[in-house]
């Protein structure tokens, strides 16, 4: 997939296999520019840190292209953006990844929200699934963390 840094000031690409040896938050969320969207990263983003020290990368996912990922980080929050993220976004605009986690919503042509935690293991299996709210789990692991 293709990935901008947090910053947007850098491009690249992103597989499973760049997070071997750790474990991945993978977290898919509908669009950039949304309303509810930039809570539940900006509560990660927060406290990243302590992703780190737990061994966590941490890697978003929408639909949105990359230019779009682009233009949100580097808008500040009071002109609709969401300004720097302490991880990368990344683009998967044919919703082909969104599919193969079972979060695409094809009418919309867009994920849903949903938190997947990735083995560090080279299997790569999926720890922990929820795609349900992703606010309402940050703000539960949050209390708890």
């Not at 720097?84 to 044919?94: C, T, V």
């Not at 849903?112 to 922990?128: N, Q």
């Amino acid at each position: 997939m293709s990935v901008v840094n947090g910053s947007g000031s850098e491009r690249g690409q992103a597989t499973l296999d760049d997070y071997l040896d750790r474990w991945l938050l993978l977290m898919f969320y509908p669009r950039d520019f949304s309303l509810v969207c930039p809570t539940e990263l900006t509560a990660v983003s927060d406290r990243f840190a302590e992703f780190r020290e737990r061994h966590c990368d941490v890697l978003a996912v929408s639909t949105d292209t990359i230019d779009t990922h682009v233009r949100w980080l580097t808008t500040s929050p009071s002109e609709s953006g969401i300004g720097p993220l302490a991880f990368p976004l990344a683009s998967d605009p044919d919703g082909e990844v969104c599919k193969a986690y079972g979060v695409f919503v094809e009418r919309g042509h867009l994920a849903l929200r949903g938190l997947f935690i990735i083995d560090p293991l080279p299997s790569g299996d999926v720890a922990s699934k929820d795609t349900f709210s992703l606010f309402k789990l940050a703000r539960r692991a949050m209390g708890n963390m």
